[in-house]
């Protein structure tokens, strides 16, 4: 799965690989406790017509390969009818523990955060299946195995000041403040950064920030990072990003346009950068604010 760059460390792949496999000191190390996973309702059906989107997905895998856009309708099956808690758990047994992402607290905090909060209404009954979802304005919910494996590369820790670039539904920011991080992040479609604060508000994630604006400036007033996490993708990691990256800091980017590679940007503490290819992906490009 993980090619080698020219410059790139062994160690530096073979730490990435226990990461993911969850055999390093664990990502997402103190998840946010909560109490509202057993508060969860019943899925409502939807029944409107959504439309289909350029999807980002991974596309590293037979089993995944044919899931690379967006449903074009909403469905309601009897997997659907089930509580979301216990969707839940089967999201997390077959499409993520099921892959290769095995650190026991990602897939903890995916099992807690409730990702139907995040998804339309017309959506909800689709919330816990293996696919990015539409969340409006062409742009989509990130497909679950995806989130985990990112957060999973990024090891995350608590006290962690994390900047998202591409907020989208929110769902991404509420898993990485449910590790208990400090999460910043910011959306260039105002209308989505908006839905996503609210959401993210009712569903008590206070440790999460979110700012309206064009993600290739960073936050330079909150910057340095620990940890960077990119959901759209660049043709080249942009360098406010890099800059913003704190000494022994980690970035998880795609990068491309028509072919895109997941990878990874860890910066030593002299300031050196490092980078990993980890896998094909497909994302959502990340447009310019003159686009
Ligand atoms: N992380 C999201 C999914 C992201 S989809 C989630 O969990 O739901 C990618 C998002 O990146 C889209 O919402 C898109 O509008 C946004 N985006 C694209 N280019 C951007 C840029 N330059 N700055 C900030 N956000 C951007």
Redesign the pocket.
């Known amino acids: 799965m993980i090619r080698r760059l020219s410059h790139i460390r062994l160690d530096t792949c073979w730490r990435l690989l226990l990461t993911l496999v969850g055999l390093s000191t664990g990502a997402c190390e103190n998840p946010r406790p909560r109490d509202d996973v057993s508060h969860d309702q019943r899925p409502s059906t939807g029944s409107s017509q959504a439309s289909s989107t350029e999807s ?1 997905q991974s596309s590293g895998s037979e089993s995944t390969e044919e899931k690379t856009s967006p449903p074009e309708s909403p469905s309601n099956d009897t997997e659907s009818a089930r509580p979301y808690a216990q969707q839940r758990r089967t999201m997390v047994r077959e499409q993520i523990a099921g892959r290769d992402v095995s650190d026991n607290q990602v897939l903890e905090t995916m099992r807690t955060v409730p990702r139907h909060r ?1 998804v339309p209404e017309e959506w909800r009954s689709m919330a816990y299946v293996d696919r990015p979802l539409p ?1 409006g ?1 062409d ?4 497909q679950p195995y995806i ?1 985990a494996l990112m957060t999973a590369t990024l090891d995350v820790r608590e006290d962690h000041r994390i900047l ?10 509420a898993v990485l403040g449910e590790c208990g991080a400090e999460v910043y992040s ?4 105002c209308e ?1 950064a908006e839905r996503a604060r609210k959401t993210l508000e009712q569903q008590g994630y206070d440790n999460v920030h979110v700012t309206c ?4 400036e960073g936050w330079p007033e909150q910057a340095p990072f620990d940890r960077i996490i990119v ?2 993708a660049p043709p080249e990691i942009p360098d406010a990003l890099v800059d913003q990256l704190a000494p022994g800091g980690r970035m998880v980017v795609p990068v491309g346009e028509r072919i895109q590679k997941l990878e990874v940007l860890e910066k030593s503490e002299a300031g050196e950068v490092e980078r990993t290819e980890l896998m094909p992906v497909r ?7 003159d686009d």
Do not use: C, K, N, W
């Open positions: 980002e995040f969340i304005h742009q989509t919910i990130s989130v998202e670039i591409g907020t989208g539904s929110g769902y991404q920011a910011i959306e260039i479609i989505l604006g064009d993600g290739y959901t759209a994302f959502v490009p990340m447009v310019r604010e």
